[in-house]
T-cell receptor, first 121, second 114 residues
């Protein structure tokens, strides 16, 4: 079975602080995909990034960066110089590639419980 | 380009009734997914449709069902509604045929059971 754990339920920071959201995953698949999504107060889930299990390069996109470490099964997300607009719930998710008849992981996203990030002005 | 659209935005039903939720995917996307986001339970996978076929199903009772139409839009039907079905139902779409494609979500339908 697949599992995603986001240890931080809530994080509160002041604007311009850096913040890291942790994500740890479990899977038996050798090929899998990791995602981060943002859910602002308006409710829609916004796709931020996808990483496949064979690509451990870190990625930076503006103020966002992601650190994928297969050895520790972690896919952490850092926001540099946080802004009030970053306030949202952030979800880490995992998609597998198992096609077995029982409990297939193919296609579906398994989400972590989410981290509520509040950035104060 | 239009994103994933869901209707209605809100739906109020009573116990025992049936609810139908609708979803139109992004143009060019042929896979549609349904998720339930209930308070305290997080985001739970419900169903995946691709090319009109059900490809995967989450741990939900059979009264949760759906279908995908030839134009790739989808319906989620929930029969014999129970109070615990109150939740935000999110639809997502992706390019099909290859796993690992990013799923793009709609704004959701909030279903309230009285």
């Amino acid at each position: 079975a697949q599992k995603v754990t986001q240890a931080q339920t809530e994080i509160s920071v002041v604007e311009k602080e850096d913040v890291t959201l942790d994500c740890v995953y479990e899977t038996r698949d050798t090929t899998y995909y990791l995602f981060w999504y943002k859910q602002p107060p308006s409710g829609e889930l916004v796709f931020l990034i996808r990483r496949n299990s064979f690509d451990e390069q870190n990625e930076i996109s503006g103020r966002y960066s992601w650190n994928f470490q297969k050895s520790t099964s972690s896919f952490n997300f850092t926001i540099t110089a946080s802004q009030v607009v970053d306030s949202a719930v952030y979800f880490c998710a995992l998609s597998g590639t198992t096609l077995n008849a029982g409990g297939t992981s193919y296609g579906k996203l398994t989400f972590g419980q989410g981290t509520i990030l509040t950035v104060h002005p | 380009e239009a994103g994933v659209t869901q209707s209605p935005t809100h739906l109020i039903k009573t116990r025992g009734q049936q609810a139908t939720l609708r979803c139109s995917p992004i143009s060019g996307h042929t896979s549609v997914y349904w998720y339930q986001q209930a308070l305290g339970l997080g985001l739970q996978f419900l169903l995946w449709y691709d090319e009109g076929e059900e490809r995967n199903r989450g741990n939900f009772p059979p009264r949760f069902s759906g279908r995908q139409f030839p134009n790739y839009s989808s319906e989620l039907n929930v029969n014999a509604l129970e109070l615990e079905d109150s939740a935000l139902y999110l639809c997502a779409s992706s390019l099909a045929g290859r796993t690992g494609q990013p799923q793009h979500f709609g704004d959701g339908t909030r279903l309230s059971i009285l």
